[in-house]
Nanobody, 123 residues
């Protein structure tokens, strides 16, 4: 599976961005998918995960109520809607696919990774 993340950019605090992650090579519709992020000088951290059908999602505490993960299996695409953003959300955001169908929050559970898209939130 090849993953191509897009939608990053520069936004002011309080603004919104929508990230997309297009999967190709083979379908990821039977696999859970997720978003991670890595800020400068920090380790990569989990942001959100969604199960194979899109019926269940899980978020890290810092983004709950602000971010929404979703997927369109017909388009083989994963999304992350980010609202009310803060400078602490500044990072490179990565999409990833697990080998299973259920939600996972550890990076070791993910097999395929996208190249990352830069998100910068100015204060």
């Amino acid at each position: 599976v090849q993953l191509q993340a897009s939608g990053g950019g520069l936004v002011q605090a309080g603004g919104s961005l929508r990230l997309s992650c297009a999967a190709s090579g083979r379908t990821a519709s039977n696999n859970a998918m997720g978003w991670f992020r890595q800020a400068p000088g920090k380790e990569r951290e989990f942001v959100a995960s969604i199960n194979w059908s899109g019926g269940n999602a899980y978020y890290t505490d810092s983004v709950k109520g602000r971010f929404v993960i979703s997927r369109d299996n017909a388009k083989n695409t994963l999304y992350l809607q980010m609202n009310n953003m803060t400078p602490e959300d500044t990072a490179v955001y990565y999409c990833a696919v697990t080998l299973g169908s259920v939600i996972r929050s550890t990076s070791q559970s993910y097999r395929y990774w996208g190249q990352g898209t830069q998100v910068t939130v100015s204060s």
